[in-house]
């Protein structure tokens, strides 16, 4: 059955702490692993990987895939109040399908 | 200029009643989907449609029929609602398969 699982479940930090959420996976025919941000409301995209090795970065977040170890990481370096949210990875298959992590809650500290 | 949007944004409504919520976007994206996220906040895809064809119907009960008049709108009607329909109802689109999802605002059904 496909699944995926996030660590830590949650996780309290103070403000310029740097973090980093762990996300593993196993899905049938796995195409790309997302991240997505989602505060009170929907969730909002923040990362598509394909390929192993490669990071992709926005601003203070970065995001990497292992399609080897089926594992991925998303880091957030000098984390500001405005990152608290809950973060959400899922594994997507060759039908679109988004199998979805249980979330990681994170609290960012002034 | 919602990308993707629901209505309406809360239900309340009784068992044993039928209900419908709509979803639409202005994306030009050819591939919509539906989830339902618990209490637990663990969010589980429900159907996907692509160009008005279902590809993805999960173990859902069939009290749920998607219903996609077009490509850019794909509605849920749900039919005599039970206490464990509670939920926040997702709708998302992506350009296709191979692209990531973007998620409306979610419509909260509380049934009582």
């Known amino acids: 059955e496909d699944k995926v699982v996030q660590s830590p479940l949650s996780l309290v930090v103070h403000e310029g702490d740097t973090v980093t959420l762990n996300c593993s996976y196993e899905v049938t025919n796995f195409r790309s692993l997302l991240w997505y941000k989602q505060e009170k409301k929907a969730p909002t995209f923040l990362f598509m990987l394909?390929?192993?090795?490669i990071e992709k970065k926005s601003g203070r977040l970065s995001s990497i895939l292992d399609k080897k170890e089926l594992f991925s990481i998303l880091n957030i370096t000098a984390t500001q109040t405005g990152d608290s949210a809950v973060y959400l990875c899922a594994g997507s298959s060759n039908t679109g399908k988004l199998i979805f992590g249980q979330g990681t809650t994170l609290q960012v500290k002034p | 200029d919602t990308a993707v949007s629901q209505t309406p944004k809360y239900l309340v409504t009784q068992m044993g009643n039928d209900k419908s919520i709509k979803c639409e976007q202005n994306l030009g994206h050819d591939t919509m989907y539906w989830y339902k996220q618990d209490s637990k906040k663990f969010l589980k895809i429900m159907f996907s449609?692509?160009?008005?064809?279902?590809?993805i119907n999960e173990t859902v009960p069939n009290r749920f029929s998607p219903k996609s008049p077009d490509k850019a709108h794909l509605n849920l009607h749900i039919n005599s609602l039970e206490l464990g329909d509670s939920a926040v109802y997702f709708c998302?689109?992506?350009?296709?398969?191979?692209?990531?999802?973007?998620f409306g605002p979610g419509t909260r059904l509380t049934v009582t």
């Open positions: 998302a689109s992506s350009q296709n398969f191979d692209y990531e999802q973007y």
């Open positions: 449609y692509n160009n008005k064809e279902l590809i």
């Open positions: 394909t390929s192993s090795g």
